[in-house]
Protein backbone atom coordinates (compact mmCIF):
# COMPACT_ATOMS: atom_id res chain seq x y z
CA UNK A 1 0.00 0.00 0.00
CA UNK A 2 1.17 3.42 -0.87
CA UNK A 3 0.89 5.45 2.43
CA UNK A 4 0.06 9.03 2.03
CA UNK A 5 2.22 9.76 5.15
CA UNK A 6 5.48 7.58 6.78
CA UNK A 7 7.33 8.93 9.86
CA UNK A 8 9.93 7.38 11.31
CA UNK A 9 12.53 7.98 14.08
CA UNK A 10 11.65 11.65 14.36
CA UNK A 11 13.58 13.16 17.31
CA UNK A 12 13.62 16.78 18.04
CA UNK A 13 15.25 19.10 20.91
CA UNK A 14 15.02 22.63 22.85
CA UNK A 15 17.91 23.67 24.48
CA UNK A 16 18.95 20.48 24.95
CA UNK A 17 15.67 18.69 26.57
CA UNK A 18 14.09 16.64 24.19
CA UNK A 19 10.62 17.04 22.82
CA UNK A 20 10.82 14.54 20.57
CA UNK A 21 12.57 11.30 20.63
CA UNK A 22 10.96 8.62 18.49
CA UNK A 23 7.79 9.70 16.40
CA UNK A 24 6.51 7.50 14.17
CA UNK A 25 2.79 7.45 11.93
CA UNK A 26 1.56 5.69 8.92
CA UNK A 27 -1.06 7.40 7.19
CA UNK A 28 -3.83 5.40 5.18
CA UNK A 29 -5.75 7.68 2.14
CA UNK A 30 -9.26 7.66 3.35
CA UNK A 31 -8.34 6.83 7.29
CA UNK A 32 -8.66 9.28 10.47
CA UNK A 33 -5.78 8.14 12.32
CA UNK A 34 -5.97 9.16 15.84
CA UNK A 35 -2.71 10.94 17.69
CA UNK A 36 -2.73 9.91 21.42
CA UNK A 37 -0.86 10.80 24.22
CA UNK A 38 -0.91 13.22 27.58
CA UNK A 39 0.45 16.65 27.58
CA UNK A 40 3.89 16.81 27.06
CA UNK A 41 3.74 13.55 24.96
CA UNK A 42 5.62 15.29 21.72
CA UNK A 43 2.19 15.40 19.47
CA UNK A 44 2.14 18.95 18.56
CA UNK A 45 5.76 19.34 18.40
CA UNK A 46 5.39 15.78 15.79
CA UNK A 47 2.62 17.85 13.91
CA UNK A 48 4.66 21.25 14.09
CA UNK A 49 7.98 19.44 12.45
CA UNK A 50 5.68 17.52 9.24
CA UNK A 51 4.36 21.09 8.98
CA UNK A 52 7.50 22.97 8.32
CA UNK A 53 7.33 24.97 11.82
CA UNK A 54 10.11 23.62 13.41
CA UNK A 55 12.96 21.68 11.55
CA UNK A 56 13.79 18.23 12.60
CA UNK A 57 16.86 16.70 14.03
CA UNK A 58 16.67 13.33 12.66
CA UNK A 59 14.18 10.98 11.54
CA UNK A 60 12.62 10.38 8.02
CA UNK A 61 9.40 11.76 6.59
CA UNK A 62 8.21 10.15 2.94
CA UNK A 63 5.18 11.79 1.38
CA UNK A 64 3.26 9.13 -0.77
CA UNK A 65 6.73 6.68 -1.06
CA UNK A 66 8.96 10.39 -1.56
CA UNK A 67 10.93 11.51 1.06
CA UNK A 68 10.29 15.41 1.67
CA UNK A 69 11.82 18.08 3.46
CA UNK A 70 9.11 20.94 4.90
CA UNK A 71 10.88 24.07 5.72
CA UNK A 72 7.97 26.23 6.35
CA UNK A 73 4.31 25.84 6.29
CA UNK A 74 3.80 26.82 2.87
CA UNK A 75 5.68 24.37 1.53
CA UNK A 76 3.80 21.72 3.67
CA UNK A 77 0.58 23.42 2.57
CA UNK A 78 2.17 23.63 -1.23
CA UNK A 79 2.00 19.76 -0.64
CA UNK A 80 -1.30 19.54 -0.01
CA UNK A 81 -0.52 19.24 4.14
CA UNK A 82 -2.91 21.45 6.33
CA UNK A 83 -2.93 21.84 9.95
CA UNK A 84 -5.96 23.18 12.51
CA UNK A 85 -3.81 24.55 15.44
CA UNK A 86 -4.96 24.02 19.05
CA UNK A 87 -3.77 27.35 20.06
CA UNK A 88 -6.40 29.81 18.30
CA UNK A 89 -4.82 32.40 16.26
CA UNK A 90 -7.11 35.01 15.04
CA UNK A 91 -7.23 38.30 13.75
CA UNK A 92 -9.57 40.03 15.61
CA UNK A 93 -9.99 43.37 13.35
CA UNK A 94 -10.39 41.53 10.44
CA UNK A 95 -13.68 39.57 8.77
CA UNK A 96 -14.35 36.02 9.18
CA UNK A 97 -13.89 35.79 5.07
CA UNK A 98 -10.74 37.77 5.68
CA UNK A 99 -9.27 35.20 8.27
CA UNK A 100 -9.85 32.19 6.08
CA UNK A 101 -8.47 33.58 2.87
CA UNK A 102 -5.40 35.28 4.63
CA UNK A 103 -2.85 35.60 2.11
CA UNK A 104 -4.74 33.63 -0.46
CA UNK A 105 -7.28 36.98 -1.35
CA UNK A 106 -8.97 36.77 -4.89
CA UNK A 107 -8.14 39.80 -7.48
CA UNK A 108 -10.20 41.90 -8.88
CA UNK A 109 -9.57 42.73 -12.62
CA UNK A 110 -8.06 46.24 -11.22
CA UNK A 111 -5.50 44.33 -8.39
CA UNK A 112 -7.18 44.67 -5.59
CA UNK A 113 -9.01 41.91 -3.51
CA UNK A 114 -12.28 40.77 -4.79
CA UNK A 115 -13.87 41.14 -1.78
CA UNK A 116 -17.44 39.70 -2.76
CA UNK A 117 -16.14 36.40 -4.34
CA UNK A 118 -13.88 35.82 -1.01
CA UNK A 119 -17.19 36.93 0.69
CA UNK A 120 -19.57 34.48 -1.35
CA UNK A 121 -16.77 31.08 -1.14
CA UNK A 122 -16.31 31.86 2.41
CA UNK A 123 -19.78 31.95 3.04
CA UNK A 124 -20.40 28.61 0.46
CA UNK A 125 -17.55 26.91 2.57
CA UNK A 126 -19.22 27.77 5.99
CA UNK A 127 -22.99 26.70 5.12
CA UNK A 128 -21.30 23.32 3.72
CA UNK A 129 -19.97 23.03 6.56
CA UNK A 130 -22.94 24.04 8.63
CA UNK A 131 -21.59 26.35 11.05
CA UNK A 132 -23.82 29.13 11.92
CA UNK A 133 -21.65 31.96 10.80
CA UNK A 134 -21.76 35.11 8.49
CA UNK A 135 -18.69 35.37 6.52
CA UNK A 136 -19.04 39.45 6.51
CA UNK A 137 -18.63 39.00 10.80
CA UNK A 138 -15.63 40.38 12.51
CA UNK A 139 -13.45 38.09 14.49
CA UNK A 140 -13.51 40.44 17.48
CA UNK A 141 -17.11 39.68 17.98
CA UNK A 142 -17.14 35.78 17.87
CA UNK A 143 -17.09 33.46 20.66
CA UNK A 144 -14.37 31.40 21.39
CA UNK A 145 -16.33 28.29 20.18
CA UNK A 146 -17.43 30.29 17.26
CA UNK A 147 -13.41 31.24 16.14
CA UNK A 148 -12.82 27.48 16.30
CA UNK A 149 -14.98 26.74 14.04
CA UNK A 150 -13.40 29.26 11.82
CA UNK A 151 -10.13 27.79 12.12
CA UNK A 152 -11.79 24.50 11.35
CA UNK A 153 -13.21 26.50 7.96
CA UNK A 154 -9.91 28.28 7.15
CA UNK A 155 -7.90 24.24 7.15
CA UNK A 156 -10.13 22.79 4.98
CA UNK A 157 -10.59 25.49 2.68
CA UNK A 158 -7.12 24.51 1.88
CA UNK A 159 -8.21 21.45 -0.34
CA UNK A 160 -5.23 19.48 1.01
CA UNK A 161 -4.62 15.58 0.81
CA UNK A 162 -3.53 15.38 4.09
CA UNK A 163 -5.11 17.32 7.29
CA UNK A 164 -3.68 17.20 10.77
CA UNK A 165 -6.90 18.55 13.32
CA UNK A 166 -5.23 19.31 16.96
CA UNK A 167 -8.27 19.19 19.42
CA UNK A 168 -10.48 20.78 17.00
CA UNK A 169 -13.43 20.11 19.50
CA UNK A 170 -11.81 21.54 22.24
CA UNK A 171 -13.75 25.08 22.62
CA UNK A 172 -17.03 23.74 20.02
CA UNK A 173 -20.20 21.88 21.38
CA UNK A 174 -21.65 18.56 20.95
CA UNK A 175 -24.32 20.03 17.77
CA UNK A 176 -21.12 21.51 16.20
CA UNK A 177 -18.93 18.70 16.55
CA UNK A 178 -21.50 16.54 14.73
CA UNK A 179 -21.23 18.70 12.02
CA UNK A 180 -17.06 18.29 11.94
CA UNK A 181 -17.61 14.66 11.90
CA UNK A 182 -19.98 14.50 9.23
CA UNK A 183 -17.10 17.15 7.28
CA UNK A 184 -14.38 14.20 8.07
CA UNK A 185 -16.58 11.73 6.96
CA UNK A 186 -16.83 13.30 3.45
CA UNK A 187 -13.02 14.40 3.36
CA UNK A 188 -12.42 10.49 4.56
CA UNK A 189 -14.86 9.23 1.22
CA UNK A 190 -12.66 11.46 -1.53
CA UNK A 191 -9.71 9.35 0.04
CA UNK A 192 -7.98 12.13 1.83
CA UNK A 193 -6.48 11.31 5.45
CA UNK A 194 -6.48 12.52 8.65
CA UNK A 195 -4.49 12.61 11.55
CA UNK A 196 -6.72 13.62 14.48
CA UNK A 197 -5.37 14.78 18.14
CA UNK A 198 -8.11 14.73 21.07
CA UNK A 199 -8.11 14.48 24.53
CA UNK A 200 -12.03 13.32 24.45
CA UNK A 201 -11.50 9.62 24.07
CA UNK A 202 -15.57 9.15 22.82
CA UNK A 203 -14.63 11.20 20.11
CA UNK A 204 -11.76 8.90 18.97
CA UNK A 205 -13.28 5.80 19.58
CA UNK A 206 -16.34 7.30 17.36
CA UNK A 207 -14.52 8.98 14.46
CA UNK A 208 -10.85 7.21 14.18
CA UNK A 209 -10.01 3.74 12.17
CA UNK A 210 -6.34 3.37 13.37
CA UNK A 211 -4.46 5.01 16.75
CA UNK A 212 -0.60 5.50 17.33
CA UNK A 213 -0.30 6.57 21.28
CA UNK A 214 3.07 8.67 22.71
CA UNK A 215 4.51 8.88 25.89
CA UNK A 216 7.14 11.29 27.45
CA UNK A 217 8.33 12.00 23.27
CA UNK A 218 8.50 8.33 22.30
CA UNK A 219 6.31 6.10 19.60
CA UNK A 220 4.39 3.84 22.55
CA UNK A 221 2.63 1.76 20.02
CA UNK A 222 -0.08 1.76 17.38
CA UNK A 223 -2.71 -0.58 15.26
CA UNK A 224 -6.57 -0.50 14.50
CA UNK A 225 -9.06 0.99 17.19
CA UNK A 226 -11.59 -1.66 16.68
CA UNK A 227 -8.97 -3.58 18.34
CA UNK A 228 -8.40 -2.13 21.18
CA UNK A 229 -10.69 -0.99 24.23
CA UNK A 230 -11.11 2.56 26.14
CA UNK A 231 -9.38 0.82 29.87
CA UNK A 232 -6.33 -0.26 27.24
CA UNK A 233 -5.88 3.10 25.34
CA UNK A 234 -5.60 4.94 28.29
CA UNK A 235 -2.82 2.39 30.46
CA UNK A 236 -0.91 3.10 26.78
CA UNK A 237 -1.10 6.73 27.27
CA UNK A 238 -0.89 7.60 31.08
CA UNK A 239 1.92 4.26 31.45
CA UNK A 240 -0.42 2.37 34.39
CA UNK A 241 -4.06 1.62 34.76
CA UNK A 242 -5.82 4.79 35.94
CA UNK A 243 -8.92 3.48 37.72
CA UNK A 244 -12.38 4.89 37.64
CA UNK A 245 -12.32 8.23 35.05
CA UNK A 246 -14.75 10.13 37.06
CA UNK A 247 -14.02 10.47 40.77
CA UNK A 248 -17.46 11.35 42.51
CA UNK A 249 -16.57 11.42 46.49
CA UNK A 250 -19.12 14.58 47.72
CA UNK A 251 -22.28 14.07 48.86
CA UNK A 252 -24.60 16.86 48.62
CA UNK A 253 -26.91 18.40 51.26
CA UNK A 254 -30.47 20.45 51.16
CA UNK A 255 -28.67 23.41 52.29
CA UNK A 256 -28.85 26.06 49.80
CA UNK A 257 -25.04 27.84 48.87
CA UNK A 258 -25.92 29.63 45.67
CA UNK A 259 -29.42 30.94 44.82
CA UNK A 260 -30.54 32.57 41.57
CA UNK A 261 -33.94 33.44 40.28
CA UNK A 262 -35.16 34.80 37.05
CA UNK A 263 -31.48 36.17 35.76
CA UNK A 264 -32.31 37.65 32.20
CA UNK A 265 -29.65 39.45 30.13
CA UNK A 266 -31.29 40.71 26.75
CA UNK A 267 -30.30 38.91 23.82
CA UNK A 268 -28.31 36.43 25.63
CA UNK A 269 -30.59 34.25 28.84
CA UNK A 270 -33.83 35.13 30.09
CA UNK A 271 -35.36 33.80 33.43
CA UNK A 272 -32.72 31.69 34.74
CA UNK A 273 -33.39 30.14 37.87
CA UNK A 274 -31.61 27.22 39.62
CA UNK A 275 -30.18 26.61 43.38
CA UNK A 276 -26.75 25.41 43.86
CA UNK A 277 -26.12 23.28 47.41
CA UNK A 278 -23.63 23.30 49.48
CA UNK A 279 -21.54 20.08 48.64
CA UNK A 280 -23.08 19.62 45.30
CA UNK A 281 -21.63 19.52 41.31
CA UNK A 282 -24.03 21.13 39.32
CA UNK A 283 -23.62 20.50 35.81
CA UNK A 284 -25.18 23.01 33.17
CA UNK A 285 -25.48 21.59 29.76
CA UNK A 286 -26.52 22.57 26.29
CA UNK A 287 -25.40 23.95 22.71
CA UNK A 288 -23.13 26.79 21.45
CA UNK A 289 -24.60 29.82 22.15
CA UNK A 290 -27.40 28.35 24.87
CA UNK A 291 -26.61 30.44 27.18
CA UNK A 292 -24.46 28.42 29.34
CA UNK A 293 -20.85 31.13 29.24
CA UNK A 294 -23.32 33.94 29.77
CA UNK A 295 -24.98 32.87 33.15
CA UNK A 296 -21.10 32.57 34.90
CA UNK A 297 -20.66 35.89 33.17
CA UNK A 298 -23.57 38.17 34.77
CA UNK A 299 -23.09 36.35 38.41
CA UNK A 300 -19.16 37.55 38.04
CA UNK A 301 -20.04 40.75 37.12
CA UNK A 302 -18.62 40.70 33.48
CA UNK A 303 -22.31 41.23 32.21
CA UNK A 304 -24.73 43.61 33.62
CA UNK A 305 -28.31 41.68 33.87
CA UNK A 306 -31.26 43.33 33.60
CA UNK A 307 -33.20 41.12 36.03
CA UNK A 308 -33.30 38.84 38.65
CA UNK A 309 -31.83 37.86 42.17
CA UNK A 310 -28.62 36.39 43.35
CA UNK A 311 -28.43 34.75 47.08
CA UNK A 312 -25.27 33.26 48.66
CA UNK A 313 -25.87 31.48 52.01
CA UNK A 314 -29.41 33.02 51.78
CA UNK A 315 -28.89 36.54 51.54
CA UNK A 316 -29.15 38.88 48.47
CA UNK A 317 -25.77 40.08 47.20
CA UNK A 318 -25.18 42.60 44.75
CA UNK A 319 -22.56 42.08 42.12
CA UNK A 320 -21.87 44.67 39.65
CA UNK A 321 -18.63 43.45 38.74
CA UNK A 322 -15.78 40.70 39.15
CA UNK A 323 -14.11 42.52 42.69
CA UNK A 324 -17.91 42.36 43.96
CA UNK A 325 -18.17 38.25 43.14
CA UNK A 326 -14.71 37.59 44.71
CA UNK A 327 -15.74 40.04 47.69
CA UNK A 328 -18.69 37.79 47.93
CA UNK A 329 -17.09 34.04 48.02
CA UNK A 330 -17.27 33.63 43.98
CA UNK A 331 -14.47 32.26 41.72
CA UNK A 332 -15.02 31.70 37.93
CA UNK A 333 -12.22 29.51 36.20
CA UNK A 334 -13.61 30.25 32.54
CA UNK A 335 -13.53 28.31 29.65
CA UNK A 336 -10.00 29.74 27.83
CA UNK A 337 -7.12 29.92 30.42
CA UNK A 338 -4.38 31.25 27.76
CA UNK A 339 -6.82 33.96 27.26
CA UNK A 340 -8.59 35.03 30.70
CA UNK A 341 -7.25 32.34 33.02
CA UNK A 342 -3.81 33.26 32.93
CA UNK A 343 -1.13 35.56 31.96
CA UNK A 344 1.26 33.26 30.29
CA UNK A 345 4.54 35.63 29.72
CA UNK A 346 4.82 35.48 33.74
CA UNK A 347 5.60 33.39 35.94
CA UNK A 348 3.46 30.40 37.82
CA UNK A 349 4.06 32.57 41.10
CA UNK A 350 3.19 35.88 40.06
CA UNK A 351 0.07 34.04 38.04
CA UNK A 352 -0.82 31.97 41.65
CA UNK A 353 -0.74 35.10 43.46
CA UNK A 354 -3.01 37.31 40.88
CA UNK A 355 -6.33 37.18 42.58
CA UNK A 356 -4.66 38.17 45.78
CA UNK A 357 -2.87 40.78 44.79
CA UNK A 358 -5.08 43.22 47.84
CA UNK A 359 -3.96 41.12 50.20
CA UNK A 360 -0.50 40.58 49.43
CA UNK A 361 0.00 44.19 49.51
CA UNK A 362 -1.74 45.86 52.18
CA UNK A 363 0.75 48.40 52.35
CA UNK A 364 1.37 49.16 48.56
CA UNK A 365 4.55 47.28 48.48
CA UNK A 366 3.98 43.37 47.87
CA UNK A 367 4.79 41.30 50.75
CA UNK A 368 7.49 38.49 48.97
CA UNK A 369 7.43 36.28 52.09
CA UNK A 370 3.41 36.15 51.87
CA UNK A 371 3.79 35.60 47.88
CA UNK A 372 6.34 32.57 48.09
CA UNK A 373 4.48 30.78 50.74
CA UNK A 374 1.45 31.12 48.63
CA UNK A 375 2.90 30.15 45.91
CA UNK A 376 4.74 27.11 47.23
CA UNK A 377 1.07 25.95 49.08
CA UNK A 378 -0.72 25.62 45.68
CA UNK A 379 1.67 24.18 44.02
CA UNK A 380 2.25 21.04 46.72
CA UNK A 381 -1.35 21.03 47.18
CA UNK A 382 -2.58 20.47 43.75
CA UNK A 383 0.69 18.79 42.58
CA UNK A 384 1.80 21.15 39.93
CA UNK A 385 4.75 20.10 38.13
CA UNK A 386 6.85 23.33 37.54
CA UNK A 387 10.44 22.95 37.55
CA UNK A 388 10.49 26.26 40.07
CA UNK A 389 7.47 28.97 40.73
CA UNK A 390 9.47 31.64 39.13
CA UNK A 391 9.36 30.21 35.51
CA UNK A 392 6.97 31.02 32.96
CA UNK A 393 3.75 29.27 33.29
CA UNK A 394 3.44 29.32 29.68
CA UNK A 395 6.16 26.56 29.98
CA UNK A 396 3.82 24.42 31.78
CA UNK A 397 1.84 21.55 29.96
CA UNK A 398 -2.07 22.33 30.09
CA UNK A 399 -2.99 19.93 32.59
CA UNK A 400 -0.62 21.77 34.44
CA UNK A 401 -1.76 25.38 33.37
CA UNK A 402 -5.46 24.75 34.66
CA UNK A 403 -4.39 23.36 38.21
CA UNK A 404 -2.09 26.93 38.02
CA UNK A 405 -5.90 28.51 37.25
CA UNK A 406 -7.27 26.56 39.71
CA UNK A 407 -4.61 27.29 42.73
CA UNK A 408 -4.88 31.24 42.04
CA UNK A 409 -8.78 30.69 43.19
CA UNK A 410 -8.22 28.71 45.65
CA UNK A 411 -5.69 30.81 47.08
CA UNK A 412 -8.95 33.02 48.30
CA UNK A 413 -10.87 30.17 50.01
CA UNK A 414 -14.32 30.67 47.70
CA UNK A 415 -17.85 29.71 48.72
CA UNK A 416 -18.26 28.66 45.10
CA UNK A 417 -17.23 27.72 42.38
CA UNK A 418 -18.01 28.54 38.68
CA UNK A 419 -16.18 26.13 36.27
CA UNK A 420 -16.43 26.70 32.45
CA UNK A 421 -15.14 23.57 30.54
CA UNK A 422 -12.68 22.88 34.11
CA UNK A 423 -10.83 19.96 31.72
CA UNK A 424 -10.86 21.24 27.95
CA UNK A 425 -7.21 20.91 26.37
CA UNK A 426 -5.97 18.45 29.05
CA UNK A 427 -5.21 14.85 29.30
CA UNK A 428 -7.08 11.93 31.22
CA UNK A 429 -4.31 11.70 34.15
CA UNK A 430 -4.61 15.81 34.20
CA UNK A 431 -8.46 15.05 33.99
CA UNK A 432 -8.71 12.35 37.12
CA UNK A 433 -6.21 15.10 38.98
CA UNK A 434 -8.92 17.69 38.13
CA UNK A 435 -12.22 16.09 39.18
CA UNK A 436 -10.49 14.78 42.46
CA UNK A 437 -10.04 18.56 43.25
CA UNK A 438 -13.64 19.95 42.23
CA UNK A 439 -14.87 16.56 44.56
CA UNK A 440 -12.64 17.15 47.27
CA UNK A 441 -14.30 20.99 47.16
CA UNK A 442 -17.76 20.04 47.41
CA UNK A 443 -17.06 17.41 50.23
CA UNK A 444 -15.41 19.92 52.34
CA UNK A 445 -18.33 21.86 51.91
CA UNK A 446 -18.28 23.86 49.19
CA UNK A 447 -20.73 24.74 46.49
CA UNK A 448 -19.66 23.83 42.55
CA UNK A 449 -21.99 24.95 39.21
CA UNK A 450 -19.63 23.14 36.11
CA UNK A 451 -20.52 23.74 32.52
CA UNK A 452 -19.24 21.34 30.49
CA UNK A 453 -19.23 20.13 26.39
CA UNK A 454 -18.71 16.77 27.07
CA UNK A 455 -21.61 14.57 27.53
CA UNK A 456 -20.04 11.89 29.47
CA UNK A 457 -18.01 14.36 32.05
CA UNK A 458 -21.42 16.05 32.95
CA UNK A 459 -23.03 12.99 33.87
CA UNK A 460 -20.10 11.44 34.99
CA UNK A 461 -19.40 14.60 37.32
CA UNK A 462 -22.38 16.11 38.29
CA UNK A 463 -24.84 15.50 41.14
CA UNK A 464 -28.27 17.41 39.03
CA UNK A 465 -27.69 18.71 35.38
CA UNK A 466 -29.47 22.33 34.48
CA UNK A 467 -30.35 21.94 30.63
CA UNK A 468 -30.16 25.04 28.72
CA UNK A 469 -31.18 26.04 25.27
CA UNK A 470 -31.61 29.16 23.24
CA UNK A 471 -30.81 31.56 26.41
CA UNK A 472 -33.51 29.73 28.67
CA UNK A 473 -33.38 26.62 31.03
CA UNK A 474 -35.12 23.62 29.55
CA UNK A 475 -34.96 21.80 33.64
CA UNK A 476 -32.75 20.79 35.99
CA UNK A 477 -32.67 16.60 36.08
CA UNK A 478 -30.38 14.06 38.33
CA UNK A 479 -27.87 12.31 37.03
CA UNK A 480 -29.65 9.07 37.23
CA UNK A 481 -32.65 10.11 35.40
CA UNK A 482 -30.59 11.08 32.33
CA UNK A 483 -28.41 9.91 30.00
CA UNK A 484 -26.52 11.24 27.30
CA UNK A 485 -29.18 11.33 24.53
CA UNK A 486 -31.98 12.76 26.88
CA UNK A 487 -29.46 15.65 27.36
CA UNK A 488 -28.93 16.27 23.44
CA UNK A 489 -33.03 15.90 22.96
CA UNK A 490 -33.81 18.70 25.80
CA UNK A 491 -30.70 20.65 24.67
CA UNK A 492 -31.69 21.15 20.70
Known amino acids: MEYLLEVEGLQKSFSGVAALRSGRLLLKPGSVHALCGGNGAGKSTFLKILMGIHARDSGSIRRRGVEVVYSTPA????????????????????????????????????????????????????????????????????????????????????????????????????????????????????????????????????????????????????????????????????????????????????????????????????????TANKGEILGIYGLMGSGRTEIFNCLFGLDTPSGGTIKLDGEAIEVSKPADAMAHGLAFVTEDRKLTGLNLADSVRNNICLASLPEMSPNFSMNRRMELAASQQMIERFSIKAARDTMAVSGLSGGNQQKVVLGKWFLRKPKVLLLDEPTRGVDVGAKREIYRIICDFAEAGGTVVMISSEIDEVLGMSDRILVMRQGRPTGIYRREETDAQSLVHLST
Open 75 to 274: EALAAGIAIIEQELSPIPHMTVAENIYLGREPSSRFGGIDFKTMNRNAQVLLDRLEFNIRANQFMMNLSVAQVQLVEIAKALSHDAEVIFMDEPTSAIGEKEAQHLFSAIERLKAEGKGIVYVSHRLSEIFQIADAYTVFRDGSYVGSGDLAEIDRPELIRMIVGRELGEEYIKTNAPTDIAGLEVSGLTAPGKIADVSF
